[in-house]
């Protein structure tokens, strides 16, 4: 079951409380920056983890200025879309959980707080590959001041094209199932807080595992893929 950290008193507490309740996930960006695309994306994974796990989701945008270049830069970073959280009824969820950044929105209920992001890399943020962008801010915990700056983008953007050429080639293989402890290392990481770089740090270890098969690499990517949303199939069908 995944638990996430409330900012309001640091402790773990369960994301859906009843695993067939619905799961309010409202997101308060303030203004439009990377910090506020940190907050849209860790309310992006907190849905994705809870679908995976059975839970219903509803996912609302609730900013009070710049909403549509929101959605519009949220898009670009493959995060799914939110529906308006001005004005909307609650439907009965069983839990509630905010979404906001440190020293930001203060909502009654559950916080899950981000840290800011700050760009020290050349040009302007809209201009770098969003995956690549997306993939550096999931390299480090929810909680920690992450600085974006050329090199990490370009970590990102290699690993990503690694990742994809590989994914491509081990779907030419016989499909084998992911391991059984594999698929439970991945849980328990984005269980745990949504421990992301976890994830990333299980998918390295399959990456180099040799007594994993090919098909079962190609699984477990696109397993975990499920959840870091960064399209690591996208290569599948084309030359090798």
Known sequence: ????????????????????????????????????????LAADLLVRALELGGTPVWALLAAERQQEELRAAADALG????????GAAGLGEAQVLHVVDEGGAEPDGVRVAVAPVTWSAPGAPDAADRAALRLALLAHPRTAPVVIDADALKQAGDTLGRWRTAVAGWARRPSRPVPDEVRAELRAAWEDDLDTAGV?????????????????????????????????????????
């Open 1 to 40: 079951m995944l638990r996430i950290t409330d900012a309001r008193t640091g402790e773990l507490v369960d994301a859906a409380p009843s695993r067939r309740g619905l799961t309010r996930v409202e997101a308060h960006p303030r203004g439009l920056d990377l910090t506020a695309l940190r907050v849209l």
């Open 79 to 86: 995060i799914r879309p939110f529906e308006d959280g001005e």
């Open 200 to 240: 990333l740090g299980a998918l390295r270890a399959v990456e180099s595992d040799p007594g994993v098969a090919d098909g079962a690499r190609f699984e477990t990517y696109a397993y975990a893929d499920r959840l870091l949303g960064l399209h690591l199939a996208r290569d599948l069908g084309n030359p090798a």
